[in-house]
């Protein structure tokens, strides 16, 4: 077999194999010779078919068969030898063939992984949170499970501020009316909901009355056909409902499945689940700073342009289906800026774990599936369906791969303790996970 390699590109490479027509004739005359044993011919006893009626009956489909494994396995093979880094599917330049009385030759492109410099982790600065969980923030989680539990009763008169309003409405828009047909129903609280201009439009009615105004909805509202959109708007105020929290009783506990029904049992339970999340948001935190620091050291660096496309095609997609529009449908364009950061954090968090041998912990993997399942009624079922399923598991092992990344280089970069309350943790890890 000859192999040549042409660079095309700074990651694109040109791979030409020529594999000896003598040995795909031979492989295929023993596939045939194996067919011969167990092929049923008309005419003919099992075993005893000719070769040329063999020939004639399989040979096509056994020499396309052929060339295929031995395309696949060629290219594996050049691709060890070569030394190569293979950063998405080799793509052939046509359909290889075999010329009949010539050898087996193709070309196949190869995106590869761009070469990175060592990473010296000594000299990154990075920031730790030093935080914990206070009896303050157990109370306002304790607030927090009330809200999730408050029902709402109907009132009269006009909304106020912390009221639910249920709204009936119809919006003509140059595009035409949305809905098509019959009236769109809404729920949203006074003061709450970020749309001003339709709270002001709803403030002065009573259960019942109707009005009509005009409205630039926000770009970011969930019906499609009005995101961004202004339109004449005719709504009914349906009802107007205030807020009844219950109160923390033996219930109320019970309910979060606290057999016991005491409040200590319940502050212990809520402070590990904040603990937890402490701990989980601080790595989160951690992994932004280590992330802003390699983009910042590799601001010039070369990402596949494969990888790029790729990841832009399933943040749109993402966005769409929780938009809920057609994902199939969905515009690459607008993402493809994230998509740069997001593939460029990852193969330079990727290459730190191979440039230092950082292996998967299979222990951590289990670990943090368990943690999940354990937010299921059946959680052993969850744990079996991860590790069932390896888009799932390829997820947990590559989330961590990353922690371990992180806890390595914190181990070695210069690191100094920032005091932060637990809120203000939260709130970093969460602003760190949008810029991602």
Known sequence: MQISVEKAGNLQRRVTVQVPGEELHAQIEARLRELGKKAKVKGFRPGRVPPKVLRQMYGKSVQQ?????????SLAQAIEREAL??????????EPSLPKGGDLEFTARIEVYP?????????????????????????????????QRQTWRPVEGKPQPGQQVTIEYTAQTDAGPVPEQGRQRLA?????S????????????????ET??????????????LAGATARVQLTLTGVLESHLPEIDTEFIRSFAVESGAIEDLRDEVRNNLERELKQASTSFMKAQLVERLLELHADLEVPEGMVR??????ARHFASSRGQDPQQADPGPFVDGALRRVKAGLLLAELARQNHIMIDGARVRESIETIADTYEQPREVVQMYYGDQRLLGAVENAVLEEQVVDWVLERAKVEHEPMSFKDVISAASAAGKGQ
């Open 188 to 192: 949203l609280v006074i003061g709450e």
């Open 85 to 94: 880094r293979p950063a998405s599917n080799p793509v052939l330049d046509g």
């Open 310 to 315: 790729d990841e832009a095609r399933n943040l």
């Open 65 to 73: 068969e052929v060339v295929a494994q031995t395309v696949q396995a």
């Open 115 to 147: 070469e990175v410099d060592t990473i010296d982790a000594a000299a990154l600065h990075m920031k730790r949170p030093q935080a914990e969980v206070t009896d303050v923030d157990i109370d306002d989680m304790l607030e927090t499970l009330r809200l």
């Open 212 to 225: 009509e105004v005009e409205l630039t909805f926000p770009a970011d509202y969930g019906e499609s056909g």
């Open 194 to 209: 970020g749309f001003d201009a339709l709270e002001q439009a709803v403030s002065d009615l009573q259960a019942g009355e």
